[in-house]
DNA sequence: TCTGGGGTCCTAGGACCC
DNA sequence: TCTGGGGTCCTAGGACCC
């Protein structure tokens, strides 16, 4: 049996544990550049406030219901979720950890499942003070859905029989199943199907046909056979991506090379965090597509390396000429992002037959660069060519402390 | 005026190779 | 007038997830 637990409303219950004066009321979280809701608490969900609503959208609900907003704070979620799945850790030895705030764990000989698993909740609950919901099922996506439901019901749900899985799926949204999106809710909307015993009943053949492979996982799963299968070991990234919207729009190519130049070192240091070089650097701008009456462009460019770097100033004079070719005059750009992939292990370095390798002296600066500003700050040491007044950068009013973070912000108790 | 960021997987088509 | 088959790599786009 696969369990899924999550926190509820993780950001902002992760918000309102260091503000317990919040606790019964409102709270909502904003996404980067406080641009939408991105995480409500049940007051705020009962206001009316809707999962990305776009904060200018709701400010008069803001104000009505004296809603608390907070900027998101990712260091501090990525730390509580650090200790929420330390907990968990201690009841499923094979965990599988699938966003910052869910984990599938694995129930193999339990048996009084109806007593143990609330037991998991409350001490997950009291040891973090996050709260929790547990699903149990057969497959992951009916632990899924076992989860959702439970969030009615008490925050846990076991669906140990067949008598309980046909009665959950029948009143069951088809819309709020795991891997259907808008797109295929179109579909099934347009066919009457409704709910996920509905969807459950369409041939297997029709899965494959309208939603690929990934569909023929989904009939399998809801039957109760397991297609997907528990991942304790995260498989290698794939990609590393850092990408912002600007908190104006940018028209003049120098202001761009600025953002750039900082996106582009801060993929640099995550990939030495990893341990990490890439082959192919991409470089992508987008223009606001909710505007119609401003030009629009999304170009996109990838550069292959010819020696897989992880160094700064590699990146950097990549990631600028590039951009530098992609900019149109005349145009509001409103985000830029660079994507790593081409990924290989910072050990085994494929060197090019036809360039010298610097003999480790990029890799000495880098060192350097991390060494400094992991001691003296963030941006103690960085490229000149990311500006001085950086007017592009994120906004974010409403940014609470790092209290399980940094020293100079620990509640003090009187 | 103001609408997030970081991922995965799948499919299809074109260029190129032998 | 007639022009193959099998493969890889790369790009782009679509759909989905939290």
């Known amino acids: 049996m696969f ?3 999550d926190c509820n409303n ?3 219950s992760a918000e309102r544990l260091f503000r317990p004066e919040l606790n019964g009321r409102p709270v909502v979280v904003l996404s980067n550049n406080d641009g939408c809701v991105i995480a409500r ?3 705020a969900k009962a206001c009316g406030i809707k999962m990305g609503d776009p904060e200018f959208l709701v400010r008069d609900l803001i104000k009505k219901f004296a809603i608390q907003v907070f900027s998101s704070n990712y260091v501090l979620y990525g730390d509580m ?5 330390h907990q968990l850790s201690r009841w499923f030895p094979r965990l599988d950890v699938y966003s910052i705030d869910e984990a599938f ?3 193999g000989g339990v048996r009084e499942l109806e007593s143990y698993v609330p037991r998991i909740r409350e001490s997950v609950v009291r040891n973090t003070g996050i709260p929790v919901s547990i699903g149990v099922a057969p497959t992951k996506t009916l632990a899924k859905l076992a989860n959702k439901m439970s969030k009615k019901s008490g925050g846990v749900l076991v669906l140990d029989s067949e008598e309980k899985i046909t009665a959950a799926v029948r009143e069951f949204p088809v819309h709020e199943l795991w891997g ?3 797109q295929h809710y179109k579909k099934f909307e347009a066919l009457g199907i409704r709910t996920a015993a509905e969807l459950r009943d369409m041939p297997e053949m029709w899965f494959k046909q309208h939603m690929t492979i990934m569909g023929q996982r989904m009939w399998n799963e809801l039957w ?3 297609a997907i299968p528990l991942e304790q070991v995260r498989e290698v990234k794939k990609g590393i991506t850092v990408s912002r919207s600007f908190r104006n729009y940018i028209e003049q190519p120098e202001i761009l090379a600025e953002a750039v130049t900082l996106y582009a070192s801060r993929l640099a240091e995550k990939l030495r965090r990893e341990k990490l070089r890439c082959l192919y650097l991409q470089v992508f701008l987008y223009t606001n597509k909710n505007r119609e009456d401003h030009p629009q462009h999304f170009p996109s460019h990838t550069h292959k390396l010819l020696i897989a770097s992880n160094s700064t100033t590699d990146l950097v004079g990549v990631a600028v000429r590039v951009s530098a070719k992609l900019f149109r005059h005349g145009v509001k750009y409103r985000k830029a992002g660079v994507i790593a992939t081409g990924l290989v292990p910072e050990s085994e370095l494929q060197l090019n037959a036809f360039f010298d390798h610097d003999g480790g002296k990029k890799d000495t600066v880098s060192a350097v660069l991390d060494k400094l500003n992991l001691a003296f700050g963030r941006g103690t040491l960085r ?3 990311e500006g001085y007044e950086k007017k592009w950068r994120l906004k974010h009013e409403y940014l609470s402390k790092g209290y399980t973070t940094r020293w100079s912000d620990i509640i003090k108790v009187k």
């Open 3 to 5: 369990a899924l637990c």
């Open 10 to 12: 993780f950001y902002a």
């Open 41 to 43: 608490s049940e007051e």
């Open 81 to 85: 979720s650090e200790r929420v799945m």
């Open 105 to 107: 764990g694995w129930l």
């Open 180 to 182: 259907v999106g808008r």
């Open 224 to 226: 109760g056979r397991p």
């Open 383 to 385: 490229m000149a060519s």
